[in-house]
């Protein structure tokens, strides 16, 4: 049987840790061949990525490009797409993973928050799906695939997540809204809505023993998730084994929301 994402050139934003990073090492374990890394471009991330870089690179025959910066800056995304386009040629498949939750109590919030939240989150899945949709155009007849990462937070709400699960919402509504215009360009997109994973961006709100356990009691699987437990329906909605999914929400969540008593 071959391998789910064969040869394909691969796209991750927000690449260098959690989800991004799963996503690249499912990706390169089912044969992709050719990636662009995006990361924040900072100390930390530049480490993460490079690091990255060097894992998949292990195997012959694979090869990454790591492009930094604000992916809340449009001229971010037209650069991950020029880099990609001059490496390899084509991109295969979108990841628009790169997001931010700071916590944040409603009625107190800075307006700065709420801006720089939406505008990571949604400006930047924006951005990034038009960039790589207007290059997936030109790749007659092939199209292309592209996966947002939204949440469960756009069924649910959150107390400190007032600027945050908007976002999220959005994010699906972005992908069928762009699952409709796309279409007939061979292009499919859909939304992956990870429930609790335990990542950097909730770190320190877990860090807490007795909210932690609580999460861990609410999901039907009793666990929290982890990066790779995304990673494998995302490889998954980008392969042809997903051919005639578009507009589609996954709720990857070990069974948090239905599980009400």
Known sequence: MAALAAKKIVCITGASRGIGRGCALAFAQHGATGFILHYLGDQTTENEVQSLKAEIE??????????PGDISDPSTSTKIVDEG???????????????ICPFSEFLSMPLETYQRTRAVNLDGSFYITQAVAKQMKEQVPQGGTIVGISSISAFVGGEFQV???????????????????????????NAVLPGTIATDI??????????????????????????????????FLSSDMAKYITGAPLLVDGGLLVNLQ
């Open 163 to 189: 600027h945050y699960t908007p976002t999220k919402a959005a994010i699906l509504s972005l992908m069928h809204s762009s699952a409709v215009a796309l279409g007939k360009y061979n292009i499919r997109c």
């Open 85 to 99: 386009v001059k490496a390899f040629g084509r991109i295969d498949a979108l990841v628009s993973n790169a997001g």
């Open 58 to 67: 292990e195997t012959p025959g694979r090869r990454c490009v790591t492009v």
């Open 202 to 235: 909730n770190k320190e709100d877990l860090s807490d023993k007795e909210k932690y356990e609580g999460m861990v009691k609410r999901t039907a699987l009793g666990r929290l998730g982890a990066p790779e437990d995304i990673a494998g329906p995302v490889v």
